[in-house]
Each structure stands twice: as C-alpha cells, then as structure tokens.
C-alpha cells in the first residue's frame, strides 16, 4: 500500500514537473514570426542564427539590404562589430536597433536596423530593416531651416523676445541676450517677466495689449534707454506673441539736436539740419542696409523651402515685414535729406493724380471723400511719378487723419503764375510759371505754434508710438529734391491746405495715355558664370544661394582684394561681377575700374544701401555699370542680373 502511494506521489510531482516546464518554456518563448503577414505588408525581414546564418529571407531585404546580413556591414570593421553585438543580446533575449547608411545604385540613404529574438531550436533571430531616408532628409531639413531662422533672427539690429500667455520671457535673439546679460537658455529656464525689464514710458503707453508703445527698457547694469516695441501675435496652439524691441536712443538724440534751432531761422536753417542728418543718414544707411538685405534676404529663401501654409511661415513673414519697415525708415532718412535716387520723367501731373485716385481714397479713409479737379491744361513737369505718389498718399494719409469724423478733402491741380516771390517757411517760391497740386481737409487745422516746425524731421503732434515726425520732412525733401517747393496753410477749426508747386514745362501733350504692351512669351533661362563680391556673410550667403537657384554659377568672393584676383585670373571665365559698393582694402568702385580695364566685355551691377547718384559719381558718368539698391528681394535680384544678362535693363541716367 505504502508502494503504491508512494508511486502515486511520484507521478504527481512528474506531471506537476512538466506542467511548469511548460509553463516557463511558454513565457520564454517568443511569438513565432508571421512571414506571410510580413510578405503581404512589404516589410524587409531576415531570419538567422545568433552566429550570422541565414535561414530565410524576404524579397524586401534583398531590395533595401542585399543578400545576406554581410550586405549590412558592406566591409566596415567598426559596423560589423555593433551588429554582432547586438545579434549577441538578441540571443540572450533582449531586442536592439541601429541606423546605417546605405548605397546602392549611386542613391545615398539610411536603414533603421532592429533584431529581435525569435525563438526555435536552434535559437533564431528575427532582422528587420526600415527606409527612413525620406524621414531624415525631412528632419535635416526642418532643423537646417531652424538653424537659419535662429542665425536670421541673431543677425536682427532689433531685440526679439517670445513671450508665453502670462507675459514671461520663453526665448530671445543674440540683441536681447546681450542687452539682458543673460542666455536665452537661462530666460527660458527662469521664466522672467517682461514687466520685470521694461517699464511705460507715458500714460499713452499703459495698455499692455496694445500692438505697439513706447517702454523704457532696462539693461542688464540697471540703466535705461528708449525703445519702440511691437506686440505681432503669433497664432497656433501656444498662444505665444513676439515682442520687437527697437532701440530709439539714436533717434532721440537726433530729436535733441534738431529741437536746437539754427540761428536766423528760415530755409538756411532747414537746410542746414537737412545738411546735418544727410550726413548721419548716409553713415548709417549702407551698414543698416546690409543687415536688412540679409534678413530679408533669408527669409525669401525660407520662405521657398516652404510650401503655402507650412508651420512657421506666418512667423517667418512677421519678420520681413519688420525688416522691410525698417527699409522703409532708411528711405524716409535719404529721401528727406536728398539723398534719395530720382528717376525724373516728363509727365502731367494731373494725369498722375488721376491714375494714382483709387490709392489716395484708400490712404484718405473710408469716413473721407475725395474731390478731384483735374485741370487739363495745366502743364507738364519733370518730376519722379514713383516719388510724387509717395508724396501724396503720405499727404492723402494726414488729411484723412486730420478729419476723424470724415468729410470732403478737395485735390486741385492748376496752373499757376506767381508775379512775384512768395514766404513759404522753410523757403521762398519764386516768381514763375507752375503747376499747383493743392489738397485741402477741413479738420481741424494747425497750431500757429506748431506751423514753423511741421517740415522738421520728427516733429509729430502724434501720440507716442504712432507717428514717426518723418512724413511732411520727407514729402518737403523729396520734393525740393525734384526741384519743387511746398508751402501750408491752415486755420485752427477750418482745415489746411497743402500746396506742391512744380515748374510748368509745357502744355499738356496730346494722346498722353499709353497703350498697352502685348503679352509677351517668357524667355528662354539664361545661365552665367557670375562673381560675387560682398564681404557681409550673410548678404554674400543669400545672394549666392539666391543665383545658383536661379541656374547660375557662382564664384564668392568675401572681399575685394579677393575679386581682383578672380579678374586677373584669365582662365576664369566671367560673365557678369555683383559686387558690393564698400568693402576693405579694394572698394567696390576700385573693383569695377579694374574690371571694365581688364575684362571690358564683363558687365556689372553694383549693390549698395547708398543712392545711386553717389555710387555713379565715384565711378565717372561714363562707366557702363548697373545698380541695385540695398535691401532687395529673392525676386528682385534674380530679375535684375538677368535683365542685365539679356541686355534688357537700361540705366536711368
């Protein structure tokens, strides 16, 4: 009895064995592979032993891989010791993966690689490959356009700050780095408030949700200066806005200078300050431009990598339109100290009003009604049409200004005979012949006070923040420049008048309007060997990128010392020079000199944030030399180098 309860017991604890062998045996073993399922997904599989050979094997590894798992390490010592490490862990039940670069067919890629265990006697395991190479290319992309954005936004002459929902410090560029004396790392990282480095500078200025104001913002060593700072919203599912913080301590030290008035008063003294600033203008003009050049610049070539609605673009537009208002500042500064290009035509001004109409309603407002009395016989001048719109939407602007409300603004063109000479303050209208573009508003007109500074270079009755005091200095700078004069008349609570006076040339010529060009077929593309010379990096990086898109071949030349050894070099074959106007040790216009004496048939646009008829007086009247103005566009430079290529711009002289 004992026997065979005994027998009994051993059988029990036999069974009960095997069960928990079976047990154990099922938890270590791994799900056996669907191939067919594999197969039918397209995916790359391989199945090996731990030491490399190969039992079966999917026709998508051929494809990705080659034959084999050796196809992997294609005979790289240091890649063949990874897989086989990671083969070894696979044995011994822990997965792994890799990524590895691949060739074949001449086309570069990349393999994620993942081995796994796959059980079976012997122990097999289970390879799989992936092509990520759309993948990676995609983020180096991303991460390059990154790279660029960050260097574009370091490379701004403005302090840019990101901003979360509770007015905290979340980002900045190398400008507000600097003038903070901390990283952006550590902002981020403390989360300082922007009340914390910037307070309002005038009871107008409080409103913190306003789109711009004046602040005085803090340094890091505890002193202060002015700045304009602007609030674009940035949309998306952080609910963060930019802070665009300009320093305004130069331009308020201007304001001190011109608030001293040049003794004995009149036009010598306008002239005098208009002196004065043109020189300051034309110091900062080429070195600002620079900058704008590159800013716009790579933003146009962000702007391309990108399709329509693509993440980051709304941000990316933000910026070049604060660069090009920037631009704008720049032309406001040469235009009223004249040094502003003008491109002087024989027109009707009457007929310019009439084209530019619909503009000037829109400058005016929707409350504004405008009223034109277009003489037909008044006269032609010799004016810029370009610069005269300017003039007067900017006019256009005030006087929709000057009546909230709304009301009727009256626009006259006439000929006028002055007899004899007439006080405009600043200047003297002489006696002659003109024809006269009056705008009358019926707001609330000018403070005598007020009237002998109106043409003075930012003087603004505005509030803080929403004018800039250029407008009338540069309506009055553009239009002496083009030999006109301007003069003001106003009575408080019944309106003002501004009168433009142009020397008649003759009468109106008949048939003045012009037919229309046909449409013309889009020529063939043009390919050239262009040299570039510019010595700011990131104009010369732009530019550059900006040509080899459009099909040329570049040589780049960071100076131009560095040119004239290009030009000298006889086997470099050269079609055109893009050069920048100042540079080191060989200016632009050395440059071009020794060009046009060695390689006469090179032809050549100079680039420059300067006006034209400066760059032209250093080279000579003579020089057969193109010219495009600092900042331009992606567009604008591909468009000008190849109508100078085909022959197709001509220089206005």
Same mark, same amino acid.
């Given at each position: 009895m ?24 099922? &938890?270590?073993?791994?799900a ?38 050796? +196809? ?8 063949q ?6 083969a ?24 994620q690689?993942?081995?796994?265990? +796959?059980?079976g006697?012997? %122990? ?16 180096? #992309? ?31 560029n ?5 003038w ?10 403390? !989360? ?45 599912e ?17 304001e ?21 600033l ?12 620079n900058?704008?050049a ?12 990108r399709? #329509? !609605? ?18 704008g ?7 009223? +100290? !004249? ?64 009546? =909230? ?24 209208? %002489? ?14 007109g000018?403070?005598?006070?007020? &009237?002998?500074?109106?043409?003075? =270079? ?7 923040g929403t004018?800039?005091?250029? !407008? ?21 609570g ?9 020397p ?19 020529? %063939? ?55 920048? +106007?100042?540079? %080191? ?6 440059? $071009? ?31 057969? $030399? ?13 468009a ?14």
């Amino acid at each position: 009895m004992e026997t065979l309860e005994l027998g009994l017991i051993g059988l029990g604890l036999v069974a009960l064995g095997a069960a928990l062998g079976a047990l154990l045996a099922g &938890r270590r073993a791994p799900a056996k592979p669907d191939f067919d399922l594999f197969e039918a997904t397209g995916e790359a599989w391989l199945l090996a032993s731990p030491k490399g050979a190969v039992f079966r094997q999917g026709g998508r590894w051929r494809e990705l891989v080659g034959e084999g798992l050796t +196809a992997l390490a294609a005979g790289d010592a240091a890649l063949q010791a990874r897989l086989e490490a990671l083969a070894q862990d696979a044995a011994l039940g822990r997965s792994g993966s890799l990524e590895v670069a691949r060739s074949r067919g001449g086309i570069e890629g990349r393999l994620q690689v993942a081995v796994a265990p +796959a059980g079976g006697r012997p %122990p097999r395991l289970l390879w799989r490959a992936v092509d990520v190479t759309e993948r990676r290319l995609a983020e180096d #992309a991303l991460q390059g356009r990154a790279a660029r954005l960050t260097e574009l936004l370091d490379a701004m002459p403005i302090g840019v700050a990101e901003l979360d929902e509770a007015d905290r410090i979340v980002g900045a560029n190398r400008a507000l780095e600097s003038w903070l004396g901390t990283s952006r790392a550590e902002l981020a990282l403390r !989360g300082v408030a922007w009340a914390d480095v910037a307070a309002a500078a005038g009871e107008d200025d409080a409103d913190p949700d306003s789109a711009s104001r004046t602040v005085s913002f803090r340094r890091a060593d505890g002193e202060r200066f002015p700045a304009l700072v602007t609030f674009p919203s940035l949309r998306g599912e952080f609910a963060r806005r930019l802070a665009l913080i300009s320093d305004l301590s130069a331009e308020r030290a201007w304001e001190s200078v011109l608030s001293e008035r040049v003794e004995g008063g009149g036009e010598a003294a306008h002239e005098t300050t208009m002196l004065a600033l043109g020189r300051m203008a034309g110091g900062i003009a080429h070195d600002f431009n620079n900058l704008l050049a590159a800013i716009v610049g790579h933003c146009d070539l962000l702007r391309a990598g990108r399709g #329509a !609605g693509a993440a980051g673009g709304a941000e990316i537009d933000q910026i070049r339109s604060a660069a090009e208002r920037m631009a704008g500042l720049v032309r406001q500064l040469l235009a009223f +100290a !004249g040094l502003q290009t003008a491109k002087p035509k024989l027109v009707s001004p009457a007929a310019c009003i009439d084209r530019m109409s619909q503009a000037l309603r829109s400058a005016l407002g929707e409350r504004a009604e405008l009223a034109l009395e277009l003489g037909q016989e008044s006269g032609l001048a010799r004016i810029d049409p370009d610069q005269f719109e300017q003039v007067m939407i900017g006019l256009a602007r005030n006087a929709g200004e000057a009546m =909230p409300a709304g009301g009727r603004v009256e626009l006259k063109v006439e000929r006028r005979q002055v007899e004899s000479e007439r006080d405009l303050s600043p200047g003297v209208l %002489p006696a002659g012949d003109y024809v006269a573009v009056a705008l009358t508003d019926h707001g609330r007109g000018v403070d005598p006070d007020h &009237r002998a500074r109106l043409f003075e =270079p930012f003087f603004t009755t505005k509030p803080v923040g929403t004018g800039s005091g250029l !407008g009338l200095a540069v309506a009055h700078g553009i239009v002496r420049q083009g030999g006109g004069w301007i003069g003001v008349e106003s009575r408080l609570g019944q309106g003002t008048t501004m009168t433009i006076y142009w020397p008649r040339v003759g009468p109106t010529a008949a048939g003045e309007t012009e037919a229309a060009a046909a449409p013309e077929a889009p020529p %063939p593309p043009i390919h050239a060997r262009i040299l570039l010379a510019e010595d700011e990096t990131p104009v010369r990086s732009f530019a550059a990128r900006a040509l080899r898109g459009a099909g040329h071949d570049v040589i780049e030349c960071e100076d131009g010392e560095a040119a004239s050894l290009v030009i000298d070099d006889r086997a470099q074959a050269i079609d055109l020079l893009l050069t920048d +106007a100042r540079m %080191p040790i060989v200016d632009g216009a050395e440059l $071009v000199r020794r060009t046009l004496r060695h390689r006469p048939g090179v032809k050549v646009i100079v680039m420059s944030g300067l006006a034209e008829d400066s760059i032209r007086a250093e080279l000579g009247q003579g020089a057969e $030399v193109h010219f495009l103005a600092k900042p331009f566009a992606l567009k604008a430079l591909v468009a000008r180098v190849d109508e100078v290529l085909r022959g197709a711009y001509t220089n206005p002289r």
